[in-house]
């Protein structure tokens, strides 16, 4: 678009009161101009007029009276009659000439200041009427100053200038006025439009006229009055729905803090028998060797591990929601974390025929490792639950920005593209998989594996996301920081089996059905073992003792409102009065709500959720046992 001319910015700058204004100026004033400039111009011709009448009368006169003195040359005559013609008003110069051109009187004024411009010259021939007259004795010529006629005209013009000035200063008052009067009921509804649009709740302007601004002034309260109305309706509707949105809120919140209670009574409650059948079913195989009750004691072994897969998945979310998780942020290697995950399933993907493969990256990266491996876990065990053939590979490329890509790939079947989006929320589940049912007579989850993956990645600051063909595969991606790499610390082999023959351990528990199973597993590995079921029990159980407990393993609640930590001080200032080291303490929970494990999880004492497989409590025993023995 063109820029704009000055006038065009200059009108757009005006208000409505201006422009009429000078709407109304205008005209008065090209008027009036106009006028002068005519009526000047009409005088000034009638004065040169007037004067070129004069001077041709006073020429003829003179050309008459020098006829005579012409005929017979007299000189003084003719000089006598320039001087007197030269007397009359406005005559500045009179010459009498010969027949040849000479001069012979001559009368001009001594002032020599004028403007020629100013003088009007008239030459009249002297003829004898009784010859021929084109045989002229001689000439006359008059000159004649019109400075006094164009002073007046020039003094009736600045008298009529001021005429004007005036009459144009009253015109432009009277005009100013009425403008400021047809334009006051607009800046009115310019004002009332003004509060309309600042909220006013009922604006109103007075009808002023009958004319189209009258019109205009009653549209305007109509539309106000509707708009008024308008706004009333929307204002209920609204508060209709915020209250409507405000107890659908509620529910909600009722509906998600009641499944956050259920989801944490089903991981205390329902976990206590199940970990007392995983320590049982654990217990039954020791020093049994009839093949016909091992592989019973497998099926049960079998099913008490798909109930701790689908338990396990509830409490993870039931922490994830409750907000128990934290996240310790460290620097480690990558190929650590995929040495421990391929470890983990490398007989699950030999059991299925199939291979994992981890790609050794020499990454490192800053982030919480436990996470760090509950995400890989995750993902490689449905990688490898819904893959019939060839594996899966885990495996990490930088990615920019000091970023590094870690990816899970598998060879199944592969998701298709309306289940992708929804793959990561809670208990959803493709149950028209061909996978779901496994040919080991396993089965898939709850649908809560992703979504947890999702959530431990968000505590993360990253996502994790999906790509799938079917027929070919998936690949789960997510970005972690990388860090600077180094020297890696040495780790203990956790293949090699931790040596706890000897130890003395007390348990502390109120379900009998679980002390008795962890009494019996914790003895065929060789422990001293004493169980209890209160914190008066535990006291009485270490009396038997020449010397305290190595490792103490207690549940975090326990009957009559006492907690795990209250007998750990019990025991504290048992022994301390003895004067003995500290010993290794070990909790144990099915508790997920946060409010019950922050002092917990402040204290850092370590914590076990139930229900806890073999292999887990021994690797946490010797753990405990191991730091009990290097800070004492």
């Known amino acids: 678009m063109a820029t704009k001319s000055w006038p065009a910015r200059l009108w757009q700058r005006t208000t409505l009161t201006q422009r009429l204004a000078f709407v109304a100026l205008v005209p008065a004033l ?28 006073i020429a003829t006169q003179a050309a008459s009276i020098s006829l005579q003195p012409l005929r017979t040359e007299q000189l003084r005559e003719l000089a006598r009659i320039a001087d007197s013609v030269g007397e009359l008003p406005h005559v500045t110069r009179v010459q009498i000439r010969s027949d040849a ?23 009249r021939n002297v003829v004898d009427r009784e010859q021929s007259e084109k045989d002229a004795l001689g000439s006359v010529l008059v000159d004649v100053s019109l400075h006094d006629a164009i002073a007046a005209q020039r003094a009736s013009l600045r008298y009529a200038l001021i005429a004007l000035a005036l009459s144009l200063l009253v015109a432009g008052m009277i005009g100013w006025q009425a403008a400021r009067r047809i334009s006051a009921p607009l800046r009115h509804l310019a004002g009332a439009v003004r509060q309309l649009g600042q909220g006013s709740r009922q604006v109103m302007v007075a009808v002023t006229d009958r ?3 009258g019109e205009l002034q009653q549209g305007f309260n109509q539309a106000a009055a509707a708009l008024h109305d308008i706004q009333l ?35 205390h409650d329902l976990r206590q028998p199940l970990y007392a059948l995983t320590l049982l079913s654990s217990a039954l195989a020791v020093d049994e060797h009839d093949p016909q009750r091992l592989d019973r004691i497998a099926h049960i072994q079998e099913c008490v591990q798909s109930l701790d897969h689908l338990f396990g998945e509830l409490l993870d979310l039931s922490r994830l929601e409750t907000g128990t998780v934290q996240v310790e942020v460290s ?42 491996i509950r995400i890989l876990n995750n993902l490689v065990s449905n990688a490898l639950r819904f893959t019939h053939h060839g594996g ?8 920019g920005n000091g970023r590094v890509r870690i990816e899970v790939w598998d060879t199944g079947r592969g998701i298709a593209p309306e289940h992708r989006p929804s793959v990561f929320d809670e208990f959803y589940r493709i149950d028209d998989h061909p996978d779901t049912g496994l040919d080991d007579g396993s089965r898939s989850g709850l649908g809560l594996g992703l979504a947890t993956v999702q959530r431990l990645a968000e505590l993360l600051d ?32 956790d293949d090699e089996p931790a040596d706890l023959a000897g130890k003395r351990v007390l348990v502390v528990d109120d379900d009998p059905a679980i002390l008795s199973g962890i009494r019996f597993l914790l003895r065929s590995w060789g422990c001293k073992v004493e169980v209890a079921e209160d914190r008066l029990q535990a006291l009485e159980a270490v009396e038997n003792w020449p010397g305290p407990p190595d490792i103490v393993i207690c549940d975090l609640l326990l009957r ?29 929970t099915g508790e997920t709500r946060i409010d019950c494990l922050r002092e917990i999880i402040a204290a850092k004492i370590p914590l076990l959720y139930k229900p806890v497989s073999p292999q887990q409590l021994r690797r946490a025993m010797t753990s405990a046992w191991t730091v009990a023995r290097d800070d004492g």
């Open 30 to 57: 090209v008027t009036a101009a106009l006028l002068v400039t005519l009526l000047t111009q009409r005088q000034l011709a009638n004065l040169r007029q007037v004067a070129h009448d004069n001077a041709e009368a």
């Open 101 to 123: 051109g000479q001069i012979l009187a001559d009368h001009h004024e001594p002032d020599t200041s004028r403007d020629p411009r100013e003088t009007l010259t008239v030459v």
């Open 211 to 213: 004319t189209e601004i």
């Open 233 to 267: 309706g929307m204002e209920q509707q609204i508060e209709q729905a915020t209250q409507e949105l405000a107890r659908k809120n509620a529910a909600l919140e009722a509906a998600s803090l009641a499944r956050s209670r259920f989801l944490a009574a089903a991981s």
């Open 331 to 372: 620097e480690f290697p990558l190929d650590q974390v995929f040495a421990e995950v391929s470890r983990n399933f490398d007989m699950v993907a030999e059991q299925r025929g199939l291979q994992l493969a981890t790609h050794p990256a020499g990454l490192w990266v800053r982030s919480d490792r436990t996470m760090l």
């Open 392 to 399: 899966t590979l885990v495996g990490a490329r930088r990615a």
């Open 462 to 493: 990253t996502e994790v996301q999906v790509k799938s063909r079917l027929g070919r595969g998936s690949v789960f991606h997510f970005l972690l920081p990388g860090a600077g790499a180094r020297a890696a610390l040495s780790e203990p082999d």
């Open 560 to 588: 009559g409102g006492e907690r795990g930590p209250d007998v750990f001080a019990a025991l504290d200032q048992h022994y301390r009065r003895d004067g003995n080291t500290p010993f290794a303490r070990l909790l144990v």
